[in-house]
């Protein structure tokens, strides 16, 4: 009997080490002002919820550290007054101790963090970017009126050029020298994504170069470098290399699979409202051509199986679905945001890109169909954007 006593008190002895050495990211708060009654801290991503009591102006969360994360504050205040809300979210990247200090009249925005090299890096660089976009903003409101405007106005497209061309006035210089002065953050890394939608490939590709050696490991490095080459490989006219994906059955399915018809690839996930918004118009689209050499391949970004799986037995769509495992929506295809949407040659050869979705069949890509195959594909009831409104593609970001 004390054989076994020992045995098993050593047993316990291992295990509460086992927990005391287990890595893990403590961030704390202060706030200070009128909550209303309202003492609750919310801390999400789209993979991640947990939330915390204030009190006495102070809360604590407790997160298993596995990898870095960039997850979002939201007070409970914020949605009970229904006040207007900028996501604030926070790079931890090390499993240490992260504080922010916040004050309820200056609004979260306006929060002091502390912790790691690459959280204070970040958040400085945060406000460079924001004193940068005040000055485009100003400089579009002399020449525009609006600091922003509609695509159905007249003006947007010159409107869209200005600001392309402010951007890297103003913001493209700012991550340059991010880059330059600290190659080896992990701030800077998380920070490169910025470049996909305002730099050319060159450009792009110098950033990758001036990282340090360590930091080319990491899976934000990497997935950038592989953008650069996905915008090389996705231009209209280049032929799709063969790539294996799983589907909803951990089958693998091969894009040469498809090879002689045509296929519609369709970039989503389960949290893109836009992205489910579209699918009763896709399927009718698909009834209309699915005997006419035509196919539809969907393919998730998300981050979760799970979340996935959920979403494709909700939405039950008659077409192949694959979950993107490796990244092919950055090195094959450069996806900055979903829906997104190629068409495909029976040759394997891209021919139309189209971003956002359009519900009333005056898309590109359908005029294609159309042209091609002849015909007209019913307008879905389903679909809430107003008819002719193109709904934009909700834009990737970094650890969802």
């Known amino acids: 009997m004390k054989k076994i006593i020992t045995v098993i008190s050593a047993t316990m002895i291992c295990l509460g080490t086992y927990a005391q050495t287990r890595p893990e990211i403590i961030l704390t708060g202060t706030i200070t002002g009128n909550l209303k009654g309202h003492n609750k801290m919310y801390l999400y991503s789209r993979t991640y919820n947990d939330s915390a009591m204030i009190e006495n102006g102070r809360y604590t969360f407790h997160i298993p550290f596995k990898e870095p994360v960039f997850l979002m504050l939201l007070p409970e205040y914020i949605l009970a007054e229904r006040q207007m809300y900028s996501p604030f979210g926070i790079l931890m990247d090390k499993p240490v101790t992260y504080t922010v200090t916040s004050d309820v009249s200056k609004g979260l925005s306006a929060s002091v963090v502390k912790g790691s090299e690459a959280t204070e890096l970040l958040q400085a660089y945060g406000k460079e970017k924001a004193a940068a976009w005040k000055t485009i903003s100003e400089k ?188 092919i929506a950055g090195s094959g295809f450069a996806i900055t945001g979903v829906p997104t949407t190629y068409l495909i040659s029976p040759e394997g050869e891209i021919l139309l890109k189209e971003v956002g979705f359009n519900p009333d069949g005056s898309g590109a890509i359908e005029k294609k169909l159309t042209e091609l195959f002849g015909g007209s594909v019913k307008t879905a009831e389903k679909t809430s954007p107003e008819k002719g409104k193109v709904t934009d593609a909700v834009p990737m970001v970094p650890m969802q």
């Open 140 to 327: 579009l409101k002399q020449e525009f009126g609006p600091a922003w405007l509609q695509e159905t106005d007249p003006r947007y497209a010159a409107f869209e050029e200005k600001q392309k061309q402010l951007q890297e006035q103003h913001l493209v210089p700012l991550l340059q020298k991010l880059v330059k002065a600290h190659p080896n953050s992990y701030a800077t890394v998380f920070s490169l994504g910025e470049a996909k939608g305002m730099m050319t490939i060159e450009q792009q590709e110098r950033l990758y170069a001036d990282l340090s050696s360590g930091m080319k490991q990491t899976k934000e490095a990497k997935e950038f470098h592989e953008f650069s080459q996905g915008l090389r490989n996705s231009a209209v006219g280049r032929k799709v290399s063969n790539f294996t994906l799983p589907d909803e059955k951990d089958q693998s399915l091969s894009f040469a699979s498809f090879k002689g018809k045509y296929v519609l690839i369709d970039f989503w996930a389960s949290w893109c409202s836009p992205c489910r918004q579209s699918f009763p118009h896709m399927r009718e689209v698909f009834k209309q051509y699915q005997d006419k050499n035509f196919e539809i391949y969907s393919i998730s970004i998300d981050k979760s199986k799970e979340a996935w799986l959920k979403a494709v037995a909700e939405e039950n769509n008659p077409w192949k679905q694959a979950l993107d495992n490796i990244n």
